[in-house]
């Protein structure tokens, strides 16, 4: 019974042997080969990187060279987009209205026809001052003509000088009727040329405030349509009174003060310009100062009078990457059209 327990402890004592060399051997042959002079890892450090593997690649690691750039500086405000001209196109003379030569929205350049008024009364009048001015050149032919034969008669005493004055006088007053006359062909010329109205400036039309048909006058205050320029068009926005400093320091050194318009999530560039001049006196309920600059890549975002947001709207910031090391800096102001 004895020698029965002691080969029961003989044998459990070599299976425990057996599984610590099998679990010391194990380990040993999935830990990584230690590098000459570094310690091998511990088998639970290892089990760590393994399942590090497991669960995705380690964050790659770049590096850079520090260098200097010119670096912008930027400084943020609100505004509203502002057209360059706005013009009421009306009519200089009365009259019906003919035709429209414009689509509702259309772009068009100066001096492109817009409407047309009935030209018929004006031509009329034209003709009978050009008529008249005929008549009155007749006059002063044949009155210059009695004039030179009252002059050689002058010389022979058969006429007086008082008959002789008279027909002077009368030629001189031919030449002041014929002034008048001429006065009058271009008057008349004048309102046949106002009975086609023409764009005075280049931009977008809006809508129509007359339709044809209708008798239109001078006194019309509605006018005909309104033009607004879009190119360039104004980006009117304020800044702080504490920025007023900084923006005619950089004025004053000869710096362009650059203008960006940026949409509303301030992630896309929209257009670009050049500050124009600052407001001469500081709104005393905000503090601060309008500053008017032109956009000279206004597309179609450009509507006037929409506003312009900057989310980001803090201080002047200088802005550059951490491997760079600022030395200069560009001035630029920023502002964000809405509506995009």
Known sequence: MKGSNTFRWAIAIGVVVAAAAFWFWHSRSESPTAAPGVAAQAPHTAAAGRRGMRD??????????????????????????????????RSRVDGQLIALHFQEGQQVNAGDLLAQIDPSQFKVALAQAQGQLAKDNATLANARRDLARYQQLAKTNLVSRQELDAQQALVN????????????????????????????????????????????SSSDTAGIVVITQTHPIDLIFTLPESDIATVVQAQKAGKTLVVEAWDRTNSHKLSEGVLLSLDNQIDPTTGTIKIKSALYQS?????????????????????????????????????????C
């Open 173 to 216: 007053e031919t030449q002041g009727t014929i002034k008048a006359d001429e006065a009058n062909v271009a008057s008349a010329q004048l309102q046949l040329d106002w009975s086609r109205i023409t764009a005075p400036v280049s931009g977008r039309v809006g809508l129509k405030q007359v339709d044809v048909g209708n008798q239109i």
């Open 56 to 89: 995705g690649p380690l964050a790659p690691v770049q590096a850079a060279t520090a260098t200097t750039q010119a670096v912008p500086r930027y400084l943020s405000g609100l505004g509203t987009v502002t057209a360059a001209n706005t013009v009421t196109v």
């Open 299 to 339: 597309g179609r975002y450009a509507v006037p009078q929409s506003i312009c947001e900057r989310p980001d709207a803090g201080r002047y910031r200088t802005k550059w990457p951490l491997w760079c090391l600022p030395r200069r800096c560009k001035w630029a102001m920023r502002a964000t059209l809405c509506g």
